[in-house]
């Protein structure tokens, strides 16, 4: 990572403490490794300052496991800089990496283990533990949908819309 990305992200942060803003890392694991430390103490530090210049940061990745294998240390302390964390379904190798750190309960675990439907999470927020539901709208899903089928009848239904043209 060039100098010029922190900068850039350091300016939109700091620019302004009235205005919200929100920094997403996808899949930020990946900065977290252990072999480019400057890279991962950026990361660490904006989680643990974004707050005070009025944004918040949203770290994603689809397993803990990869969090985790970044850097236990870095792992921890993303988990601990974070004001809320939003879980859905989770093996139990996942669930081993936070359920002291989360304060998750029996309940907790068995229902991480467990959600049936996609979308179900637990919302962890201190030690407040709120299972809930994310549903994305119609229009959401035909945004970003990753299903074959789901972008083949999109692709056909744009097809005759551009027909009757």
């Not at 252990?34 to 949203?58: H, M, S, W």
């Not at 939003?86 to 675990?109: G, T």
């Not at 709120?130 to 789901?150: C, Q, R, W």
Request: hydrophobic letters at 40%; charged letters at 30%.
């Amino acid at each position: 990572m060039s100098n010029a990305v922190p900068a850039a992200v350091w300016g939109v942060a700091r620019a302004n403490k009235t205005q919200k803003k929100l920094i997403c890392i996808d899949e930020g694991w990946m900065l977290l490794d252990e072999r480019k430390p400057q890279v991962a103490d950026f990361v660490v530090n904006l989680f643990k300052t974004i707050r005070g210049y009025g944004g918040g940061a949203l770290f994603a990745t689809q397993s803990i496991d990869d969090l985790y294998s970044a850097g236990e240390k870095n792992g921890n302390k993303i988990l601990g800089s974070s004001f809320s964390n939003i879980l859905l379904k989770m093996k139990d190798s996942d669930i081993d990496h936070i359920k002291q750190q989360l304060h998750l309960s029996d309940e907790d675990i068995d229902r991480l283990i467990h959600f049936e439907n996609r979308g179900d999470a637990l919302l962890c927020a201190g030690r407040n533990h709120i299972p809930m539901h994310i549903g994305a709208s119609a229009k959401e899903i035909d945004l970003f949908t990753t299903d074959s089928k789901a972008l083949k009848e999109k692709a056909e239904r744009l097809r005759k819309e551009a027909a009757y043209e």
